[in-house]
């Protein structure tokens, strides 16, 4: 069997919806019809994406690992397709936290003074791929690996750590901080973060994670003195503020900042859009 967009749209349809009643509506089809469509899908894969066991719908763990995969390729082929694509629609440039630092606004300034005809949207995504594994964006920065079909990345700069304090912490009064300094501290953790506890030695990590959601709730929780953090210099640059201070962090690894992108590109200024952020990252 040849798998078709439908059998993609099928799938997705029936893991957003949780129902393959709901999804069956969702797409005007009868219910026996979707669910055939999904088995030929799950048949030609040779796996189960869906658990029918409970009265529930779940995805199994393969349907979950599929999921991004598959909304990934369905979008970039709806891309494809899209004759707006191809007029001056805005590229997308997708970032988890702190873009490009500093050198964000430059970047933003550049495009604009080169390609006034094409806007160029900065969009902050709560995902490790930045909205690039379910189409949303066009390019994305990451400071994570990416696993994902059809995906480009390319080692873009490193950036240095720093150590984040309440700005009334006997720590901002020092010049520079190490991990040392900080492991006797309740410390403030992301998962879209880069910061773990592998980053201390065995045995001498912090003993109390402040687990937060995102990048402002990371900013409170150290603002309040109720922990500590450990970020990248793009953060300092792209959250300045009144309630935390960031000091160097002298023994911590730098952190890689990734450009990646979809291949074939997604907007036909994709490729301007890489060059210009290339640009900005060399200074």
Do not use: C, K
């Not at 009265?55 to 991004?68: C, F, K, M």
């Not at 490193?158 to 900080?182: G, Q, Y």
């Not at 953790?189 to 959601?213: C, E, F, N, Q, S």
């Not at 201070?245 to 036909?268: C, G, K, S």
């Amino acid at each position: 069997m040849t798998v078709e967009l439908r059998h993609l749209r099928a799938f997705l349809a029936i893991a957003e919806e949780g129902s393959v009643t709901r999804a069956a509506a969702r797409l005007h089809l009868t219910q026996p019809a979707l669910s055939r469509t999904l088995r030929q899908l799950e048949d030609h894969l040779g796996v189960r994406l869906v658990d029918r066991s409970t009265h529930h719908l779940d995805l199994t763990a393969a349907g979950r690992a599929y999921r991004d995969r598959a909304a990934g390729a369905l979008a970039a082929v709806d891309a494809v397709l899209d004759p707006a694509r191809l007029t001056g629609a805005p590229i997308r440039l997708g970032h988890a936290w702190s873009a490009l630092g500093e050198r964000t606004v430059v970047l933003l300034r550049r495009w604009r003074q080169r390609h006034p005809d094409i806007p160029l949207e900065l969009l902050r995504i709560d995902d490790r791929t930045a909205g690039l594994a379910q189409g949303r964006v066009d390019v994305a920065v990451l400071r994570h690996p990416v696993d994902l079909p059809d995906v480009h990345a390319e080692l873009l700069l490193t950036e240095p750590r720093v150590a984040t304090v309440a700005a009334d912490s006997p720590l901002a009064r020092r010049a520079s901080l190490t991990l040392a300094d900080l492991a006797d501290q309740p410390l403030a953790m992301a998962d879209l973060g880069t910061t773990t506890l592998a980053l201390w030695p065995a045995g001498r990590a912090p003993a109390t994670v402040v687990a937060v959601a995102n990048t402002d709730d990371w900013l409170a929780a150290i603002g309040a003195g109720r922990a500590v953090g450990v970020t990248t210099a793009a953060t300092a640059a792209t959250y300045p503020g009144p309630t935390v201070a960031y000091r160097p962090l002298t023994d911590a690894p730098d952190v890689e900042v990734l450009l990646a992108w979809r291949q074939p590109f997604t907007h036909p200024a994709v490729a301007d859009l890489l060059a210009l952020v290339r640009e900005t990252a060399r200074g």
